[in-house]
């Protein structure tokens, strides 16, 4: 089981926006990340400290939070955001860390 | 550039060992916690050690505690996983990973793959 929830898939038309949900305990203790993995691809981070965004992510990606659930958001999304999205954050009280279990998301 | 490379994966027998390598190149791989992370064949990430900078505090999961052993060589800017009684459940691809603020990974490398069978 994961510490952290997530829908196993998602699906949209190219222009929609996708939301794709993770729900934890920690997280209102705790900061989300996310990252996107392409197939066949390491992960790449799209959304760190909740909400901020690494050079070259493009706008349409944001983060937010409330309670124990944070929001992957992608506003508009085009077929190349195809992939797997899995949110991360850090135990309480160490400095482990646990990945959901990921979101396919299907852009068509 | 600034990448990480993983190597050290193959094929290995249950019961078996296996050690990996990552090489980080073009940073101040000394500043950096480090971890792995492991993605078996269809499944999702799987946090699995973190180390400090100077090696000294090290954290694993559950699965992988008594058995796996993390470690570093700041000198060679390098990153180890020392894997012991390996078993078919870690069959995965391993990467390694730069943490920032010892707490997301900020840079991947591109994995390589242990297969236990």
């Known amino acids: 089981s994961h510490e952290l929830t997530q829908p196993p898939s998602v699906s949209v038309s190219p222009g929609q926006t996708a939301r794709i949900t993770c729900s934890g305990d920690?997280?209102?203790?705790?900061?989300a990340y996310w990252y996107q993995q392409r197939s066949g691809q390491a992960p790449v981070l799209v959304i760190f400290?909740?909400?901020k965004r690494p050079s070259g992510i493009p706008e349409r990606f944001s983060g937010s939070a409330s309670g124990t659930v944070a929001t992957l958001t992608i506003a508009g999304a085009q077929v190349e955001d195809e992939g797997d999205y899995y949110c991360?954050?850090?135990?309480?009280?160490?400095?482990?860390?646990?990945f959901g279990g990921g979101t396919k998301l299907t852009v068509l | 550039e600034v990448q990480l490379v993983e190597s050290g994966g193959g094929p290995v027998q249950p019961g078996g060992s296996r050690r990996l390598s990552c090489v980080a190149s073009?940073?101040?791989?000394?500043?950096?916690?480090m971890t792995w992370v492991r993605q078996s064949p269809g499944k999702g990430l799987e946090w699995v050690a973190n180390?400090?900078?100077?090696?000294?505090?090290?954290n694993y999961a559950d699965s992988v505690k008594g058995r796996f052993t993390i470690s570093r060589d700041n000198t060679k800017s390098s990153l180890f996983l020392e894997m012991n009684s390996l078993r078919a459940e870690d069959t995965a691809v391993y990467y390694c990973?730069?943490?920032?603020?010892?707490?997301?990974?900020?840079?991947w490398g591109q994995g390589t793959l242990v297969t236990v069978s």
């Open positions: 400290e909740g909400y």
């Open positions: 073009d940073f101040t791989f000394s500043h950096f916690w």
């Open positions: 920690a997280l209102p203790q705790k900061f």
């Open positions: 990973g730069r943490l920032q603020k010892a707490a997301h990974i900020d840079l």
């Open positions: 991360y954050t850090t135990r309480s009280g160490s400095n482990s860390g646990v």
């Open positions: 180390i400090n900078q100077a090696g000294g505090e090290a």
